[in-house]
């Protein structure tokens, strides 16, 4: 059975750091593009990061690029977004997702329950 | 940048009825186009991907269509379990994702 589980997330200070992980299971990590999506408050669904399977290249969203690094370690099915200079937009739920194994990089079609991560003094 | 526009922001119907969702991309694309469900609470589940094609153990009822720049997710007969928030989403760039602003589908 396919698993991503995220953690990390919590209260962090204004221009403080976070760094979550999303630990994955079921399938062949290597394999597949991750992707981390936030959502904030009673808000929509938003784009942050995403991480090719030999984990070659990395894409970021323009409001985190710079600030945000997305990395993997394939020989433990972990991934990770190390979060740096978080201000208070940056409060969100993070999820960690799988890229489809039908639609490829089109779509996520496993996704964890999510880490909340609350920026505020 | 490509932006998503949904169309209604909310769609008030009952059991048994038809729901037509919109989704319009700010130009036209490639068919990279995915549907997602959300109930308060949970992570999306993948509906749609690539426009038409229903990802697994997605019932029949719903269905996606459309190319260019308008979208539309349809759910043929609409069940309790069906009311939530749905998301388009797009691929694009190689690696860059953007997604709708949602379409709220409440019971009415």
């Known amino acids: 059975e396919v698993q991503v589980v995220e953690s990390g997330g919590g209260l962090v200070q204004p221009g403080g750091s976070l760094r979550l992980s999303c630990a994955a299971s079921?399938?062949?990590?290597?394999?597949?593009?991750m992707s981390w999506v936030r959502q904030a408050p009673g808000k929509g669904l938003e784009w942050v990061s995403s991480?090719?399977?030999?984990?070659?290249?990395?894409y970021y969203a323009d409001y985190v690029k710079g600030r945000f690094t997305v990395s993997r370690d394939n020989s433990k099915n972990t991934l990770w977004l190390q979060m740096n200079s978080l201000r208070a937009e940056d409060t969100a739920v993070y999820f960690c997702?799988?890229?489809?194994?039908?639609?490829?990089?089109?779509?996520?079609?496993?996704w964890g329950q999510g880490t909340l991560v609350t920026v505020s003094s | 940048e490509i932006v998503l526009t949904q169309s209604p922001a909310t769609l008030s119907l009952s059991p048994g009825e038809r729901a037509t969702l919109s989704c319009r991309t700010s130009?036209?694309?490639?068919?990279?186009l995915a549907w997602y469900q959300q109930k308060p609470g949970q992570a999306p589940r993948l509906l749609i991907y690539?426009?038409?094609n229903r990802a697994t153990g997605i019932p029949a009822r719903f269905s996606g269509s459309g190319s260019g720049t308008d979208f539309t997710l349809t759910i043929r007969s609409l069940e309790p379990e069906d009311f939530a928030v749905y998301y388009c989403q797009l691929r694009y760039n190689w690696l860059s994702i953007t997604f709708g602003q949602g379409t709220r589908l409440e019971i009415k």
């Open positions: 991480i090719t399977g030999s984990g070659g290249n990395t």
């Open positions: 130009q036209s694309v490639s068919s990279y």
């Open positions: 997702g799988k890229a489809s194994a039908a639609a490829g990089l089109n779509a996520i079609d496993y």
């Open positions: 079921g399938f062949t990590f290597s394999s597949f593009s």
């Open positions: 690539d426009a038409f």
